[in-house]
C-alpha cells in the first residue's frame, strides 16, 4: 500500500502555545486528505477534510479557527493547534487518498500531550 | 443513516480459531468497504476491502463476506493468531465520505 507520514509521533507542549502537525504522501499525489481525533478505545472522529488548494471543510463542531489546516500541495497537508489546552490532548491521525481512487491510507498517528 | 454498526466491542479467541466481526450500514450510496488494523499508538492500516459488486474477497488469513440485500458485511480472520490481536474498524466509503464502524478489540491468546 501506499506510504502516509505523520510528523511528530509524540508531543508535549505548553497551554496556550501552538503546535503543527505534518501529513505527508511519501509515494502517491494526495489529492485529499483527512485529519480525524480518536480518543482512547474509541473510533477515529472526522474533523476535516481538505483537497488540496483547496479550504478545508469542518466536520460540525470543530473550531476551524482553533484547528488551521493547510494542504498547500499535493504531499503535504498540516493541522496546527493553536493555543492548545489540556483539552486538546489527543491522538490525531492523518489519512490521504488519490484522486478518485477509493483507497484511503494513514499515518501513524500524533499523540499529543498539552500541560 | 451515516452509521456504521459494528459488533463485538470486543472479541477473545483462542489461537488458532476463527475471528468474527460483524458491520452493517443504512446508506445504499456507500460502495466501497474497508477493514483496518489498529495496533496501540499506531495509524489504522488497511488490512482488506471489498465493492458490494462481489460477495467474498478473501487475501491470505482474511477474508471478507458481503450481502448486499442484507446491507452487511463481515470480516473472518483464519487460523488466529497473538499477533492479530488489535482493535479492527470496519468502514464504508463513498466519494470522499468515510464512515468507520465503533471498533472492536481482539485478543487471540496463546
Known amino acids: 500500500g501506499a506510504v502516509v507520514s505523520q510528523h511528530p509521533s509524540r508531543v508535549i507542549c505548553k497551554s496556550g502555545t501552538s503546535v503543527k502537525i505534518e501529513c505527508r504522501s511519501l509515494d502517491f499525489q494526495a489529492t485529499t486528505m483527512f485529519w480525524y481525533r480518536q480518543f482512547p478505545k474509541q473510533s477515529l472522529m472526522l474533523m476535516a477534510t481538505s483537497n488540496e488548494g483547496s479550504k478545508a471543510t469542518y466536520e460540525q463542531g470543530v473550531e476551524k479557527d482553533k484547528f488551521l489546516i493547510n494542504h498547500a500541495s499535493l504531499t503535504l497537508s498540516t493541522l496546527t493547534v493553536t493555543s492548545a489546552h489540556p483539552e486538546d490532548s489527543s491522538f490525531y491521525i492523518c489519512?490521504?487518498?488519490?484522486?478518485?481512487?477509493?483507497?484511503?491510507?494513514f499515518g501513524q498517528g500524533t499523540r499529543l500531550t498539552v500541560v | 443513516q451515516q452509521q456504521v454498526k459494528q459488533s463485538p466491542q470486543s472479541l477473545i479467541v483462542q489461537k488458532g480459531g476463527i475471528s468474527i466481526i460483524n458491520c452493517a450500514y443504512e446508506?445504499?450510496?456507500?460502495?466501497?468497504f474497508p477493514w483496518y488494523q489498529q495496533f496501540p499508538g499506531k495509524g489504522p492500516a488497511l488490512l482488506i476491502a471489498?465493492?458490494?459488486?462481489?460477495s467474498e474477497k478473501k487475501e491470505g488469513r482474511f477474508t471478507i463476506s458481503f450481502n448486499k440485500s442484507a446491507k452487511q458485511f463481515s470480516l473472518h480472520i483464519m487460523d488466529s493468531q497473538p499477533g492479530d490481536s488489535a482493535t479492527y474498524f470496519c468502514a464504508a466509503n463513498y466519494g470522499q465520505n468515510f464512515v468507520f464502524g465503533p471498533g472492536t478489540r481482539l485478543s487471540v491468546l496463546p
Open positions: 446508506n445504499t450510496a456507500f460502495d466501497y
Open positions: 489519512s490521504a487518498k488519490q484522486g478518485a481512487r477509493t483507497e484511503a491510507f
Open positions: 471489498i465493492r458490494p459488486d462481489v
